[in-house]
């Protein structure tokens, strides 16, 4: 038996390379994903191994204290250093401060304080030195690049109440080994001094320090916890110091490895629907040879197990060539990770042994498993079957039986259940879970009745090729819907890349249009200046010099105020319904004076607040002030309630100058920008937009994720095209005599030809259309459970993407057909007719 299994294998390589390539790319994403994951892991590791390197006792101050302890002192810091044990001891701290750049403009950047002992320091030189004086700085690698510095060149700072600190570059840094770093941001390091004169009163949140020879870590950190109490401290070891950071951000690269995961699902899942069709039609195929197998004395189990050893032999090659391209997979999406985050980076391709065995596990698993059934079935060949002629599997009519009705029902009646109840619940994460878990179940009930939907769909889909091409289009339309379970078989793993991509797609759309439209409303000035650095506000002076230009017809400066659990924005009065355009729902915004609010009707529902009643805001800074609501609004965004200038000057946040200033030019104003560039331009803060450059921002962000997650699903989709070339090429094997048939009549190689490719687009298209169907209800009904009573999203089907998905399908459609094409035009008329 082992034998006929072998020679069996060797016949049929070239049905099974297409089948193996299919699950080996599932394979392949998996292991990439891993990959992917362990490599993040491990960069995690190496940045964090410079935080707790050298370094033996660590204090930090609690973050549960009970005590008013702000930070560590110097009478602190002499403690420890003075404590048995401890050869030397640094404070480290770290603050964003406003970068200059070489256009005057501020950014903001991380600033740290470099330890005095070189073996405290966190970062690796690249280049120059270190600061050794408080007028010199050095600057990550990354931010040299951003910023364009050289050595040599001065560094400006902006300091408290914006003072300008200029610093000297005498070095470039690397954070940890590896860019993708933590923090993302511009970084540069000062001496302990230089950091210091950026904001004086400021303490440090951390010292770490080393040991002297003859002690252990643990001596040295109980020396320095009697030193200074425990109370309002933690001291920790370095090893202790490197577990604790570990604990916090492996989650940052597990949440990423997740999500791809997820994608590796869907990819895997369309590959198992293609090995199982596959083992389908070979089994099929195979009618008479496993009859034969069993009248000369093969029993049950001998033939289920010849199968199951032919699935088991292609699961392990195609997980040995998909472990070995997830390489190539990490690689690509570690340098996708690095495009995004506009950073260089060293590729790591760390392959663990979990990575080895969940290769092989999932490729061989999901192969075996998909050829159960195929398998199951070959044991049912009867083996007086081998005494009649081999019957054309492709008369293998579907059957729609009674059980299929009732799976489909019933998956039905849960998916509308769950769509229904999703729609009703007030949280959006949970409706959107629920509603999700609904399309899902439809797709299932779809994917059930596949069969039945197979010959309908073919009929409207071939009415107008059979109309232009003729003969071959008549005979590829009737070729595609005479085995309706195999075509459905085929076309469902499309339909389920499909669909997934219209999804995402129609949803990420609508939310384009939603933002783009809540941005129109929000920003009916002509131009907004922001700061460039979000707790850096506004010098309340620039809104007087851009009132005063000729060019400006009106200013409308804005203040923010954030609270234990809400932020309230405060507006001039009169730029209430002209540069600020809130919808209200009840009260009037003629009452909004001194003391009073309109509140987001969001806010106001889960606050359970109305008009007249009164809220005990409590500030950042500064004391609780009773405030009236006189409106309920809609349309600011995520603020949740304004308030009148005067009102927010009421606290000690709103002193400090402004979040924004919106701007409206006069009529007729055609060189506006260059009006109020000219007043913002020497404030290094201010950053002028438009409601187009935002939008346009906004709208390139999301394209940029769209991109990423077409290119994720496009892996499945290339999956399920590989299904449809191997079910044509086993359709071309099995209908060798019917073509030679056709040949004889006077279908000529060309129109052969044209027949193959019509079919292959067929099953494209149908696969295309239902998918596209399904995508763009599903995304409806996404849509509807993300919308609120004040925030509708409007469904954004986007055509022109949708027509680019189906283009695709039919071109990918003719390139899968072509190798089975090309086999059934060269093969002779003589041969064929001969073929048992």
């Known amino acids: ?349 760390p392959m663990t042994v979990t990575t080895v065995l969940a290769a092989f596990a999932v490729g061989t698993l999901v192969t075996v498993l998909a050829a159960v059934l195929p398998a199951r079935k070959a044991t049912r060949v009867a083996p007086v079957a081998a005494l009649r002629s081999q019957p054309d599997s492709g008369e293998e009519v579907a059957r729609t039986g009674v059980l299929r009705v009732l799976t489909a029902v019933l998956f039905g009646a849960i998916g509308v259940g769950a769509i229904v109840f999703g729609m009703g619940i007030d949280n959006e994460e949970a409706a959107m879970v629920v509603s999700g878990a609904g399309t899902m179940a439809l797709l299932a009930m779809v994917l059930v009745l596949g069969p039945l939907l197979v010959g309908p769909v073919n009929r409207v889909l071939g009415a107008l090729p059979r109309a232009l091409l003729g003969v071959p289009a008549k005979l590829a339309s009737a070729n595609a819907g005479r085995n309706p379970k195999r075509t459905a078989a085929t076309t469902a793993a499309l339909m389920i890349g499909v669909t997934i991509v219209a999804l995402v797609t129609v949803v990420a759309n609508s939310a384009k249009e939603t933002v783009n439209a809540e941005i129109d409303q929000r920003m009916p000035a002509d131009y907004t200046v922001s700061s460039a650095v979000y707790d850096r506000p506004l010098p309340e002076e620039l809104a007087a010099q851009l009132a005063a230009a000729p060019e400006v017809a009106k200013v409308a400066p804005t203040t923010v105020v954030y609270g234990d659990r809400a932020y309230l924005t405060g507006v001039p009065r009169d730029a209430i319904g002209d540069l600020i355009r809130p919808t209200v729902t009840s009260g009037s915004l003629a009452d909004l004076g001194d003391g009073a609010i309109a509140v987001n009707a969001d806010y106001a529902k889960r606050s359970n607040l109305s008009v007249g009643s009164t809220v005990d805001f409590t500030p950042v800074e500064g004391t609780t002030q009773k405030l009236k609501v006189v409106a309920v609004i809609e349309g600011q965004g995520m603020s949740d309630g304004l308030m009148t200038l005067e009102t927010s000057k009421r606290f000690p946040q709103a002193l400090e100058g402004y979040e924004s200033i919106l701007v409206k030019l006069k009529d007729g104003v055609t060189n506006g920008r260059a009006a109020v560039e000219k007043v913002t331009d020497p404030s290094p803060l201010a950053v002028l937009d438009s409601a187009a450059e935002t939008k346009e921002q906004l709208n390139q962000q999301l394209n940029q994720v769209l991109g990423f997650i077409w290119a994720l699903i496009g892996l499945a989709v290339v999956i399920a095209l590989f299904g449809i070339a191997n079910t044509l090429t086993l359709s071309v094997l099995e209908r060798t005599r019917e073509s030679a048939l056709l040949r004889a009549l006077g279908l000529t190689r060309g129109q052969l030809r044209l027949m193959l490719v019509v079919e292959s687009v067929l099953m494209a298209l149908m696969g295309a259309a239902i998918g596209l169907t399904l995508g763009i209800g599903f995304g409806w009904v996404i849509i509807e459970a993300l919308s609120t009573d004040t925030m509708a999203v409007p469904l954004a089907v986007p055509f022109g993407q949708i027509g680019v998905m189906l283009a695709g399908a039919v071109v990918a459609a003719v390139v899968a057909a072509a190798l089975p094409a090309r086999r059934a035009a060269r093969t002779s008329v003589v041969a064929g007719m001969a073929e048992a």
């Open 1 to 349: 038996m082992l034998r006929t299994i072998i020679a069996g294998l060797k016949a049929r390589t070239a049905r099974l390379v297409l089948s193996s390539v299919a699950i080996a790319l599932g394979v392949a994403f998996v292991t990439g994903t891993l990959v992917l994951g362990d490599g993040m892991n491990e960069s995690l590791r190496d940045e964090l191994a410079k935080g707790a390197r050298n370094v033996d006792v660590s204090v930090t101050v609690s973050e549960e204290s009970s005590t008013d302890v702000q930070g560590i002192s110097p009478e602190t810091l002499a403690k420890i250093r003075q404590a048995p044990g401890v050869a030397g001891a640094d404070p480290r701290d770290a603050q964003q401060v406003p970068l200059v750049a070489a256009n005057g403009k501020a950014k903001p950047a991380m600033a740290v304080s470099l330890a005095s002992d070189e073996k405290l320091r966190e970062f690796d030189l690249t280049d120059g030195r270190y600061p050794t004086a408080a007028d010199e700085i050095a600057v990550d690698k990354r931010t040299a690049a951003t910023a364009k510095l050289t050595i040599g060149q001065p560094v400006v700072l902006l300091g408290k109440e914006d003072q300008r600190h200029t610093y000297t570059l005498v070095g470039t840094y690397q954070q940890g080994t590896n860019s993708m770093s933590l923090s993302g941001s511009d970084h540069v390091g000062l001496t302990q001094e230089g950091f210091q004169a950026l904001e004086p009163e400021r303490p440090p949140y951390q010292v770490v320090g080393t040991a002297a020879a003859g002690f252990t870590q643990q001596q040295v950190a109980d020396n320095v916890r009697k030193a200074i109490g425990d109370n309002g401290f933690v001291v920790q070891t370095g090893a202790e110091l490197t577990q604790a950071a570990l604990a916090r951000v492996e989650s940052q690269s597990g949440e990423f490895t997740t999500l791809l995961l997820a994608f590796a699902l869907i990819a895997l899942v369309v590959a198992a629907m293609v090995i199982y069709n596959t083992f389908t039609i070979l089994v099929a195929q195979r009618t008479r040879e496993l009859a034969l197998m069993r009248c000369v004395g093969a029993s049950r189990g001998q033939v289920f197990r010849s199968v199951l050893v032919e699935a088991l032999v292609m699961g392990l090659t195609a997980s040995v060539i998909g472990l070995f391209g997830g390489l190539g997979v990490s690689a690509l999406l570690q340098k996708v990770v690095f495009a995004i985050g506009d950073s260089e980076g060293v590729v790591r391709l």
